[in-house]
């Protein structure tokens, strides 16, 4: 019981602080964030809190996945080595609502990174109603969606 407790304050801790990050356009939200991103694909791990910046290589459209809806996306990586890196990224927009994006936009994302060896997959960009996972997002034109 007490776990149960601790988890919703932990995620709204944790959401807090993205949330203010994002709001002082600093810290885990620069483009120098992406070295965790690179640094998991090249070793091959999985399961690693990330944000990442990019752009966006191409929307993917919405489908049905087993909790919800979600859209997807491709996210072009922004490597301080010059090395490109494409990463999918599914939102579930049954909590953020649909996501207004286009081929193009910049784009800042936090979530778990899954290893793939095309670039890997970042999901949990949403906050977690059950409190199991940090809150992500998705930040695009000016909007926040979590």
């Given amino acids: 019981m007490i776990g149960k407790r601790r988890a919703p304050f932990a995620s709204i801790l944790g959401l807090m602080t993205s949330l203010s990050l994002v709001a002082c356009g600093g810290g885990a939200t620069d483009a120098g964030s992406n070295a965790v ?5 090249r070793a ?6 990330v944000t ?8 993917l459209g919405q489908r049905q996945g087993p909790s919800g809806d979600h859209e997807g996306f491709l996210v072009h990586l922004r490597g301080a080595d010059g090395h490109g890196l494409t990463v999918r990224v599914e939102d ?16 800042v994302v936090r979530g778990e990174y899954i290893y793939d060896p095309r670039g890997g997959l970042i ?4 906050h977690d109603p059950r409190g199991r996972h940090v809150p992500g997002y998705v930040r695009v034109n ?5």
């Fill in 52 to 59: 990442a910046s990019g752009s966006v290589a191409r929307v």
């Fill in 37 to 41: 991103v690179y640094d998991a694909w």
């Fill in 92 to 107: 579930n927009i049954d909590i953020t609502g649909p996501l207004t994006l286009k081929d193009g936009d910049d784009v």
């Fill in 142 to 146: 000016g909007r926040l969606y979590f």
């Fill in 123 to 126: 999901h949990y960009t949403h």
């Fill in 44 to 49: 091959g791990r999985s399961h690693i809190e």
